[in-house]
């Protein structure tokens, strides 16, 4: 059996899908190490893995990320440029140390990380024989540089041929120098410090150096590279966390929910519903008093901030579990949560996405380039809006079937049986001298 660590930005967009990962490990009886904020301790345990604590310099709240002075109002770019200098680059020194002296503690076979855990950005520089092999995790769009594909945050999707080319080129070199130059700056003064040289690569496509990088979605949902690196497998999502509910447990309504009626399932998440006001308000307002059935969940927000009376056709709970409601849901209202979106699209669900925060607007993006939805193009549609894509999506066949062709790619994907593979591949320190040539030769994809 091996030893693994993973290590993720306190945040839980961040923690929960690692945990999923973690938990898997140590079921296939692997030790299983997890650095991460000590909020999530208590969780860390109860599923059987080994925590370990960041150190207060690198311990930020990411679940509060709307509070830090300057983050409110920021979208797309803007706000991707934002949380990488405040949230996510500044905490990078502290993780990379708490990395070395985890590991000169505690040996171990491989690193997994979620790409935006910035130490192991920078532990990658270093060289491959005297660090583990490090896993990057795809629990947000792939965003490795192409010259295929616009860059990384920008929400805009591939263009085919020599024009395509030649605008994904004027829009790097734009990214690089004027976008995310703060971005690059920031980076490479960090790694000056704490390496001795600035990165090898520009920040956000780090994870391009990566011993391999495990994507959690099909490629079916991915923009084509001619150029991906041998070292991406896509494996399909991640599985949604089995309920525990009994049937004491669900909604008095949940009854409802046979198949009389369609179902329109609206959420802003988990961690993005402070403002319901965003999508899940407009959504009732626009659907309120149709036909469809509307089926709220406020991912732990109190139901009261669904001001009511509310329409005959609306439902409300806090949280409702995946795995009984999505065979239920005939279409899907999301901010474009990255997992949400996943599950939605294991089961075949059109998609209504209006989201321009974080990686939000890249998922958003994905949705209408795929053909299994509509992206309203803002985190604040008008009601009328919302209810005339939902219309829209129940009523062109071609979003449904696109999104059942993807199922498809779904279930035919290996899911974290991939995962294991590529960590059978993934040797120990200093037995591939070049992991790209390595996974290449061998074929895993």
């Given amino acids: 059996m091996s030893t693994y660590l993973l290590c993720a930005t306190p945040?839980?967009?961040?923690?929960?899908?690692?945990?999923?990962?973690?938990?898997?490990?140590?079921a296939g009886g692997h030790r299983v190490l997890f650095l991460t904020s000590s909020r999530y301790a208590?969780?860390?345990?109860?599923?059987?893995v080994e925590f370990r604590a960041l150190p207060d310099a690198a311990d930020v709240d990411l679940d509060d990320a709307a509070s830090v002075p300057g983050r409110a109002g920021l979208t797309g770019p803007a706000a991707i440029r934002f949380d990488m200098l405040h949230l996510f680059l500044r905490p990078g020194a502290?993780?990379?140390?708490?990395?070395?002296?985890l590991l000169a503690d505690t040996p171990v076979d491989a690193i997994l990380t979620e790409p935006l855990f910035v130490g192991a950005a920078l532990l990658v520089e270093t060289p491959r024989a005297v660090r583990p092999?490090?896993?990057?995790?795809?629990?947000?769009?792939l965003g490795i540089a192409s010259r295929d594909t616009a860059p990384f945050g920008l929400g805009i999707p591939p263009r085919a041929g020599w024009t395509g080319r030649l605008r994904n080129a004027a829009l790097a070199i734009a990214?690089?120098?004027?976008?995310?130059?703060?971005?690059?700056?920031?980076?490479?003064?960090?790694?000056?410090h704490e390496l001795g040289h600035p990165l090898g690569r520009f920040f956000l496509d780090w994870h391009s150096a990566a011993d391999a990088v495990v994507q959690f979605t099909v490629s079916e949902f991915e923009y084509p590279r001619s150029d991906l690196p041998p070292h991406v497998t896509f494996v399909g999502a991640l599985p949604p966390a089995a309920s525990a509910a009994a049937a004491g447990d669900l909604p008095d309504w949940w009854s409802e929910l046979s198949g009389t009626r369609p179902v329109v399932h609206v959420t802003q998440g988990t961690v993005a519903n402070s403002d319901l006001g965003q999508l899940v308000l407009p959504t009732i307002a626009g659907l309120g008093g149709s036909a469809p059935l509307v089926v709220v969940s406020t991912g732990g927000a109190p139901v009261a901030r669904v001001p009511g009376p509310l329409p005959e056709n609306v439902r409300v709970a806090p949280y409702l579990p995946y795995d009984l409601l999505l065979p239920r849901v005939d279409v899907m209202v999301t901010n474009g949560g990255y997992g949400g979106v996943q599950?939605?699209?294991?089961?075949?669900?059109?998609?209504?996405?209006?989201?321009?925060?974080e990686d939000k607007v890249e998922v958003s993006a994905r949705v209408a380039w795929s053909g299994v939805g509509i992206d309203l193009r803002t985190n604040t549609p008008a009601p009328d809006a919302v209810a005339a894509a939902v219309?829209?999506?129940?009523?062109?066949?071609?979003?449904?079937?696109?999104?059942?062709?993807?199922?498809?790619?779904?279930?035919?994907?290996?899911?974290?049986?991939?995962l294991d593979?590529?960590?059978?591949?993934?040797?120990?320190?200093?037995?591939?001298?070049?992991?790209?040539?390595?996974?290449?030769?061998?074929?895993?994809?």
């Fill in 94 to 101: 502290a993780q990379l140390a708490a990395l070395r002296a």
């Fill in 133 to 141: 092999p490090i896993v990057a995790l795809g629990i947000f769009p």
């Fill in 11 to 26: 945040a839980h967009g961040h923690v929960m899908p690692l945990l999923q990962v973690a938990t898997h490990l140590a």
């Fill in 421 to 445: 593979a590529v960590l059978d591949q993934v040797g120990p320190a200093g037995t591939e001298a070049d992991p790209i040539e390595s996974f290449a030769r061998r074929g895993v994809r």
């Fill in 175 to 192: 990214s690089r120098r004027l976008v995310f130059a703060p971005v690059a700056r920031e980076a490479d003064a960090i790694a000056r």
């Fill in 42 to 48: 208590p969780r860390i345990a109860a599923a059987g």
């Fill in 391 to 418: 219309r829209r999506v129940q009523g062109e066949p071609g979003f449904r079937a696109r999104a059942a062709s993807l199922a498809r790619a779904f279930r035919a994907a290996p899911g974290l049986a991939g």
């Fill in 343 to 357: 599950q939605a699209l294991r089961h075949g669900i059109p998609l209504v996405v209006a989201g321009r925060t």
